[in-house]
């Protein structure tokens, strides 16, 4: 048990995936998993495990914003031993050829700054996804058939953003989408020696102002999490 976390030794698997929403964190545990068993539910923070073909999974809140999630990922890692973590949430498109709906992976995070900024002091760290976990998600994307793009994305600590020029900057240089934990999630995951990836369903478009209705939503994210789950358990056998 932690500050944060009130599972007991044990219950959080070494597979992690990490949705901001703890109701998303419900219903995808409720729809992919076996046998879910609700592990922790500290401040409303919702994490179950449960099995995936075989495998031992959590799946686990992380809250909203890069503080939040580095909070919840410190732990899980440090206190509970969790070896994989992949987030699943949702982005906002920053490139036309995106479409709503499609799925990125992050390969790169740039970010303007997160809670681990002060250790790097004048350094601009580049934190990256885990090369496995990356190729793997890509190959499930394109077996199941859903669209599906490799690059950098924006790691951003506000949501209600007025850097316009920042945004157009980011769209020439061929950032992908706008999302909110991943940055940090790969700076941990690279401290820890863990593996870490980002599986994003865009849920709107930066640019066209599109967006998914919010009764459509938990369908177009089934894709994003059977490509996680794919890929956490690439070439393993429960």
């Avoid at 157009?168 to 999302?179: D, F, T």
């Amino acid at each position: 048990m932690t500050f944060h976390i009130g599972a007991k030794p044990g219950d959080i698997a070494e597979t992690v995936l990490l949705p901001g929403d703890p109701y998303r964190a419900r219903w995808a545990a409720q729809t992919f998993l076996e046998h879910p068993v609700l592990v922790n539910e500290v401040r409303g923070m919702l994490g179950y495990t449960g099995t995936w073909r075989g495998h031992r999974v959590t799946i686990h809140g992380s809250g909203m914003g890069m503080p939040s999630l580095s909070i919840y990922a410190t732990e899980l890692m440090k206190d509970y031993g969790a070896q994989t973590l992949i987030r699943i949430g949702s982005a906002g498109a920053m490139q036309h050829h995106i479409k709503v709906r499609d799925i990125v992976l992050a390969q790169t995070a740039s970010t303007y700054g997160t809670p681990s900024r002060s250790i790097f002091r004048d350094l601009n760290f580049a934190p990256c996804a885990d090369f496995g976990l990356l190729t793997a998600a890509h190959q499930a994307a394109l077996k199941i058939g859903v669209p599906v793009h490799v690059g950098g994305i924006y790691s951003s600590d506000t949501f209600y953003d007025e850097r316009q020029d920042l945004g157009e900057q980011m769209q020439r240089h061929g950032v992908l989408c706008v999302e909110m934990e991943a940055a940090e999630l790969y700076i941990l995951a690279a401290r820890y020696q863990r593996r870490a990836l980002a599986v994003l369903t865009m849920s709107d478009h930066i640019l066209t102002g599109e967006a998914l209705p919010a009764d459509q939503r938990e369908t177009s994210f089934g894709a994003m999490v059977e490509v996680a789950l794919a890929a956490a358990f690439a070439g393993k056998t429960p």
